[in-house]
């Protein structure tokens, strides 16, 4: 159970307390983190507000967010091109794997993965078939939106052959890690990536002023360490598809159904049912 904050007046006439004044009182408890419960309640009133909006709304951004979370992709290979070829390349490279987040997350796109905690919390407080449908749809919609908008910013850069030879090598050589495992390294690399943005969605409501921070520590950790996300690597797979190297049913066969189950998994049961029950226990 989170331990109450004490209010101004408790902290001056604390005996223990070298507080003395209510001014310095009230500087400690801006510099106090919020409890459990504040971050729960935060997300869940988030939850809410996402589950009543209309589907359309959903569409248009979900679809803003598929086309921006191609600029992941476009980031780490312009790094790619930029640095010289040495063992430490990786590590500055995956630096632009934080763009796409960055840009949907900050910009307020809708971002499936990130709803695998905020629409799921409301439905353990309500637990009715009227919250289930509503999540099913927001689920379906923004998924298939940052799907589709995944889909044309590859077919985009594939097809119209704008970008420098250096770039489209890039970018070919980017998209081919994310093919080629089997679907049970594809789908624990999906659990540990959506558990990643899950933990990340429940940090923000605390963050103030370092949200740019642990959105580009979180999603930098993903890239880094290869795990497998539905909407940045879709971006990439899906240019490997539109340039002809594989085909649309290995997209969905090794890709796309072992990483959105992965993610599923590490958002739902690792992090909206810990921090339910987190939270829930502290009201008994």
Known sequence: MDKPVNTAQAIVADPESPISTLAEARKVQDRVAIGAKVVYEAVR??????LERPAVALAW???????SMGFSLFAQATLRTLLPDTPWRPAIEALGYCVGF???ILGR?????????TV?????????????LKVCKLWSVVLAANVIGTFLFALTVARLHFLDEGMQRAILEISQAHVGSDFYHVFFRAVFAGWLIALMVWMLPDAATSRVVIIIIITYLIGAAGLNHI????????YLVTAGKISAGAYLNSFFIPT????ILGGVSLVAALAHGQVASGKM
């Open 260 to 263: 959105v189950l992965g993610n």
């Open 45 to 50: 009133l988030e939850g809410e507000d996402e």
């Open 120 to 132: 799921i919390l409301p439905l353990l407080v309500h637990k009715n078939v009227s919250t289930l």
């Open 231 to 238: 909407i940045a690597g879709s971006a990439d797979v899906f």
């Open 109 to 117: 796109q809708q971002l499936f993965t990130e709803n695998t905690l």
């Open 102 to 104: 960055l840009i949907v």
């Open 61 to 67: 951004s979900g679809l803003a967010a598929g086309l």
